[in-house]
Nanobody, 125 residues
Framework: QVHVVESGGGLVQPGGSLRLSCSAE????????IAWFRQAPGKEREEVSC????????YYKDTVEGRFIISRDNAKNAVFLQMNDLKFEDTATYYC??????????????????WGQGTQVTVST
């Protein structure tokens, strides 16, 4: 079992920014794909972004591309999601998911990944 820890959520006004962080206790993250999912009240959980392991290719949901940036810092053993120009529709609980392999396969991440508890992001005036 892998203990995934997320941080960085909060309340922000539209157009503002937040940076989410994800780490895993006792596990080197570098070889593994890591993704962010989100779930808004009354909606299904959806994938937001993923960064592959070893060769860190990145992938984004179309509605966040150009606003969100996923990155990893192997020295800190962490992955970050920089969220800029936040919109009301970005309000959700954000989950970090660590894959058991290096590729960004969202179906595998959903079914077999190691999930964090989630961090709340609220975009509001």
């Amino acid at each position: 079992q892998v203990h995934v820890v997320e941080s960085g959520g909060g309340l922000v006004q539209p157009g503002g920014s937040l940076r989410l962080s994800c780490s895993a206790e006792g596990r080197n993250l570098e070889p593994y794909a890591i993704a962010w999912f989100r779930q808004a009240p009354g909606k299904e959980r959806e994938e937001v972004s993923c960064i592959a392991g070893t060769i860190p290719n990145t992938y984004y949901k179309d509605t966040v591309e150009g606003r969100f940036i996923i990155s990893r810092d192997n020295a800190k053993n962490a992955v970050f999601l920089q969220m800029n120009d936040l919109k009301f529709e970005d309000t959700a609980t954000y989950y970090c998911v660590i894959d058991r392999a290096g590729g960004c396969d969202y179906d595998l991440l959903r079914s077999f990944g190691f999930w964090g508890q989630g961090t709340q992001v609220t975009v509001s005036t």
